[in-house]
């Protein structure tokens, strides 16, 4: 039997329900939050996005925070994909932790940008604030806004990867790789 053959007829088994939704509810912001920094690195005045591209990075981090523990305590739905090359597997690996440590920096550096541009109370959801975490210093808010940018396209390079992998998976190779986000 071929490679190929043996990653199709591995059986799928979808992720569970909160994993599933909090990955789109993941990918819905991510998309959100990249849309509007693009703007926002352009120059685009986009009024009150600045205060929801911000509540939607926090938002973001705890869902990252939170998807990573549900995952340590759950099994994964489906075993390694058999035929699937080593390098392929450890390419996935690295995409995945450096996506998730992208969403856990990026937030942050954010925040700690945001106080010392000089924005004091960041806005979040049901008129709740974040604290401030740094005093004013203009000259250094916008160097880590800089950083801030950075890694934001690199964040954003990280995701065109894993979709262009789920894509390759399901068109591809088809191994049904997208049903495990789509059913239980």
Same mark, same amino acid.
């Given at each position: 039997?071929? *490679?190929?053959?043996?990653?199709? !007829?591995?059986?799928?088994?979808?992720?569970?329900?909160?994993?599933?939704?909090? #990955?789109?509810?993941?990918?819905?912001?991510?998309?959100?939050?990249?849309? &509007?920094?693009?703007?926002?690195? *352009?120059?685009?005045?986009?009024?009150?996005?600045?205060?929801?591209?911000?509540?939607?990075? +926090?938002?973001?981090?705890?869902? &990252?925070?939170?998807?990573?523990?549900? !995952?340590?305590? !759950?099994? /994964? /739905?489906?075993? =390694?994909? &058999?035929? @699937?090359?080593?390098?392929?597997?450890?390419?996935?690996? $690295?995409? #995945?932790?450096?996506?998730?440590?992208?969403?856990?920096?990026?937030?942050?550096?954010?925040?700690?940008?945001? *106080?010392?541009?000089?924005?004091? =109370?960041?806005?979040?959801? +049901?008129?709740?604030?974040? /604290?401030?975490?740094?005093?004013?210093?203009? @000259?250094?808010?916008?160097?880590?806004? @800089?950083?801030?940018?950075?890694?934001? $396209?690199?964040?954003?390079?990280?995701?065109?990867? #894993?979709?262009?992998?789920?894509?390759?998976?399901?068109?591809?190779? =088809?191994? *049904?790789?997208? =049903?495990?986000? $789509?059913?239980?």
């Amino acid at each position: 039997m071929s *490679n190929h053959e043996n990653i199709t !007829s591995v059986e799928t088994r979808g992720y569970s329900f909160p994993m599933r939704a909090i #990955h789109w509810l993941m990918a819905a912001m991510i998309f959100y939050v990249i849309f &509007v920094g693009i703007l926002m690195g *352009n120059d685009v005045k986009v009024g009150k996005h600045y205060d929801y591209h911000r509540a939607a990075g +926090f938002l973001l981090l705890l869902l &990252v925070l939170l998807r990573i523990v549900i !995952s340590k305590l !759950s099994k /994964p /739905p489906l075993p =390694k994909h &058999v035929g @699937e090359a080593g390098l392929q597997q450890l390419a996935a690996r $690295i995409v #995945h932790s450096l996506l998730y440590i992208g969403l856990i920096i990026q937030p942050l550096l954010g925040w700690y940008a945001t *106080n010392t541009w000089g924005v004091a =109370k960041i806005p979040f959801f +049901f008129g709740m604030t974040l /604290p401030r975490i740094a005093e004013k210093n203009r @000259e250094l808010g916008n160097q880590l806004l @800089e950083y801030h940018g950075w890694l934001g $396209i690199f964040i954003t390079v990280l995701v065109v990867m #894993h979709i262009g992998a789920a894509l390759m998976h399901q068109f591809v190779i =088809k191994d *049904n790789l997208i =049903k495990r986000m $789509i059913k239980t």
